[in-house]
């Protein structure tokens, strides 16, 4: 695919969203940090309760229907898909809430909210399919779940999908011969362009963890791997009129939305309590201190100017310049807030006064492009990531190149060797990939570099990289990170 050279408007926006992402690569090499990919495991508390752990967002303009908006997330990460024989459920005691701010204050506007119900056909069996599953309803589907969304606006809820059941976990081909007729019976339609998906799918995040053995071996030898190949999620999408979600009603006048996803667990008084919120990806792992990481999980948008000084004032600098010697920048740096906190101004930033909070906007005027460009907007493509988050960014490899070059006249095709997710997307609703199959005796198979030495060394590109300059990726992309937007890369010298 011809790539087009992208606009200083562009390469600005685009050098401040991906030095956050190489910092997060960066740093896990730093300290005994636990794998995370996107926001995986980001937390001590949320590690030890997956279910209620959200694990990606997206938000973007519907290709195949551009009068929609599709939202989607995940949640209870690194499902085995043979990892019975109790499979994988969402929670009965909680709320799986997706918000919409559409004025900039910071609160939401428009909730969608999922809870869940579990069914027995029979508990005098220890299988979850006591037969082949041909349809949802199947009496062969021994456990099931069925689910209730609803929308909250201006306190008043409404109905939008009740008693459905859910794409339950992909055991295996004798127990569900054609999963994908099951994830079809799933997929429904719930009035005028409204469509629901609630079930299990292959991880949509793509990427090799392999950057915390000392950030891909060292000299860049281990790579091409996708760490979380054949790992299964549970996920909702839903797709709905851009006017459900804009100020007003009017997406034209009020474009620019922003997203960001709950869970709740019900408490033992009967209450709900917070114990996970994620709008962009890998912001709790990075910016938040390890001391505030539970607090943020429980936190609301309109609390985060209390993080500020984690933005302007971040710590990553000292503790890089402490080990490779790198001069951290100067601070406060200021510019870091619209990043985080505001949005981008002439991209996704709303009009009028914002109220800094951290969510994942997305400017649902932005035209679908024909061709999506996995760089998002460092490819010329304004509908990718920061705008917005589609399940095809790569938002890895926008990362790397930005840092190698990409915009300061050195153009270069550096990445992970993970380009896109192992299983194809769907080209329409719900867009998200079939999960991996219980009956795959080798889900994980290794296809990097690693699998490829005995035959030929290699690194990320033709060019291998030497061991320094690979550690020095840390701190560069921790400066691609604090330059923020109209900033300039400086490169380190050899």
């Not at 999620?233 to 979600?245: D, E, F, G, I, M």
């Not at 999506?372 to 920061?386: K, T």
Request: glycine residues 10%; proline residues 6%.
């Amino acid at each position: 695919m011809t790539r087009s050279r992208p606009t200083k408007r562009q390469g600005a926006v685009a050098l401040a969203c991906a030095g956050g992402m190489l910092t997060a690569v960066g740093f896990a090499g730093l300290g005994p940090l636990a794998a995370t990919a996107s926001s995986h495991r980001e937390a001590p508390l949320i590690a030890g309760t997956p279910q209620y752990d959200t694990t990606d967002v997206y938000a973007f303009r519907s290709p195949e229907k551009q009068s929609t908006v599709t939202l989607a997330a995940s949640w209870l990460p690194f499902q085995e898909p043979a990892g019975g024989p109790n499979f994988y459920s969402f929670a009965t005691d909680a709320q799986y809430d997706i918000h919409v701010d559409n004025n900039a204050d910071a609160k939401p506007d428009v909730t969608f909210r999922w809870t869940f119900k579990d069914h027995y056909v029979s508990k005098d069996t220890f299988l979850a399919a006591t037969g082949p599953v041909t349809s949802l309803k199947d009496k062969n589907l021994n456990f099931y779940q069925t689910y209730k969304l609803v929308r909250i606006k201006k306190g008043k809820t409404k109905v939008v999908v009740n008693n459905r059941r859910v794409a339950p976990s992909n055991i295996g081909a004798a127990s569900m011969p054609d999963y994908a007729k099951l994830r079809s019976e799933a997929t429904i339609k719930s009035g005028k362009n409204v469509k629901s998906f609630v079930g299990q799918a292959e991880d949509s995040f793509f990427l090799d963890l392999r950057v915390f053995d000392l950030l891909y071996g060292g000299d860049l030898s281990e790579a091409g791997d996708d760490t979380l190949a054949g790992f299964n999620v549970n996920s909702v999408a839903l797709q709905v009129p851009q006017r459900w979600l804009a100020k007003k009603g009017n997406a034209k006048k009020n474009p620019v939305i922003g997203v960001w996803s709950t869970t709740s667990k019900k408490s033992a008084n009967g209450t709900f309590q917070q114990v996970s919120r994620l709008g962009n990806p890998l912001v709790n792992e990075v910016v938040i201190p390890l001391k505030l990481k539970d607090g943020f999980n429980a936190s609301k948008p309109t609390q985060d100017v209390a993080a500020l000084k984690y933005v302007t004032n971040p710590e990553l600098p000292k503790l890089v310049e402490a080990v490779y010697g790198i001069d951290a920048p100067k601070t406060p740096r200021n510019d870091l807030v619209s990043v985080f906190l505001t949005g981008v101004k002439g991209l996704n930033m709303p009009k009028g006064k914002v109220t800094p909070s951290e969510q994942l906007r997305l400017n649902m005027s932005t035209p679908v492009t024909a061709q999506p460009n996995r760089l998002g907007v460092i490819g010329g493509d304004n509908q990718g990531f920061p705008n917005g988050r589609r399940l095809g960014d790569d938002v890895i490899d926008i990362a790397l190149q930005v840092v190698e070059g990409e915009l300061v006249g050195s153009p270069n095709d550096l990445g992970d060797g993970v380009d896109s997710n192992d299983v194809a997307f769907g080209k329409t609703f719900p867009y998200l990939a079939l999960p991996a199959s219980g009956s795959d005796a080798d889900p994980h198979p290794s296809t990097g570099a690693a699998a490829r030495q005995s035959s030929a060394k290699g690194g990320l590109t033709s060019i291998v990289p030497s061991r320094s300059t690979s550690m020095a990726f840390t701190g560069v992309g921790l400066f691609a990170l604090i330059a923020g937007i109209g900033g300039a890369a400086r490169r380190r010298k050899d």
